[in-house]
C-alpha cells in the first residue's frame, strides 16, 4: 500500500504557513497534497487561516470574521505574504495537487460547498472537520463529497468508527500520539481509513507505518525523500 503524505499548511516548518509561498514550496518538494484552513471573512470570502483571529499570523488584530477581504488583503501574514483565498490558492498550485480543506463551523461548509461544485473538484479536494456538523452539512448538500474526521483528544478516540460512519467519512485524521493498534484495526474492521498529524521526524514516520496508516501529515518540507530513502 502507498503512504501519502501531505503538507500541513503548505510546509509550515519552513515557510509562512496557508500562504501561496508555503503551499507552492510543498509541492516543489513533491509532497503528495497539501492541507489548508478556511475561515469566512466578513464579506463571505473563503480565506486561507487557520486561526479564528489575526494576532499570531499576521500584523492585524481581531477575528477574521470582523474583516472584509479588502482590508485582510492589506496584512502581511509573513515574509510579505497575504492572506490568500481558497480560490488563490487553487489557482497557485498545480492542477491536479490534491487539497485537503479544514472547515470550522457550518457556514464554511456551505461556502466551500459551492465552489467545490461550481468548479468540479470533488476528485481533488477532500473536506476535513473536528466538527461533525460541518461535515454533516457538506454531504447534506455534495453526497458524492469527500469527508475526513479529524480527531485529537485521547476522551474521543474510542468513538472514531461511529462518527466517522455517522458524518460518512472512510478516512480520520488522528493525532499520533493518540494512536494505537487496536484503533487502527478497530477502524479497518470497519472499512475506515487512518492518517496521523504531525509527523515529523523518522521516528513518528516508522510508527506511522508500523500502525498500518494510508498517509500523514507534515511541517517538514523533506518528509517525502525520507519516506522514500527510508521505505
Not at 498550485?93 to 461550481?118: F, H, M, N, W, Y
Request: charged fraction near 25%.
Amino acid at each position: 500500500m502507498s503512504f501519502f503524505i501531505i503538507g500541513h499548511r503548505g510546509v509550515m516548518a519552513a515557510e509562512p504557513e496557508n500562504t501561496l509561498r508555503s503551499f507552492l514550496r510543498a509541492e516543489r518538494e513533491g509532497l503528495d497534497g497539501i492541507e489548508l484552513d478556511l475561515h469566512l471573512s466578513k464579506d463571505g470570502e473563503l480565506v486561507v487561516m487557520h486561526d479564528e483571529t489575526l494576532e499570531r499570523t499576521t500584523d492585524g488584530s481581531g477575528p477574521i470574521a470582523d474583516q472584509e477581504l479588502e482590508r485582510l488583503k492589506e496584512l502581511d501574514a509573513g515574509l510579505g505574504e497575504r492572506i490568500p483565498t481558497f480560490g488563490e490558492v487553487l489557482d497557485a498550485v498545480g492542477p491536479t495537487l490534491p487539497i485537503q480543506a479544514e472547515i470550522k463551523d457550518v457556514a464554511a461548509a456551505r461556502s466551500l460547498a459551492k465552489v467545490l461544485a461550481e468548479r468540479d473538484l470533488l476528485d481533488r479536494v477532500s473536506v476535513l472537520s473536528f466538527h461533525d456538523t460541518a461535515l454533516i452539512e457538506v454531504r447534506s448538500l455534495l453526497p458524492q463529497a469527500r469527508t475526513v474526521l479529524v480527531a485529537g483528544a485521547s476522551a474521543h478516540r474510542e468513538t472514531f468508527v461511529g462518527r466517522a460512519q455517522q458524518v460518512g467519512s472512510t478516512l480520520v485524521s488522528v493525532e499520533l500520539r493518540q494512536l494505537n493498534q487496536a484503533i487502527v484495526d478497530r477502524c479497518g474492521a470497519a472499512g475506515i481509513d487512518v492518517m496521523a498529524w504531525t509527523v515529523n521526524d523518522e521516528r513518528d514516520l516508522a510508527l506511522a507505518r508500523a500502525l498500518g496508516l494510508v498517509g500523514c501529515v507534515t511541517d517538514q518540507p523533506g518528509m517525502k525523500r525520507l519516506a522514500e530513502a527510508t521505505a
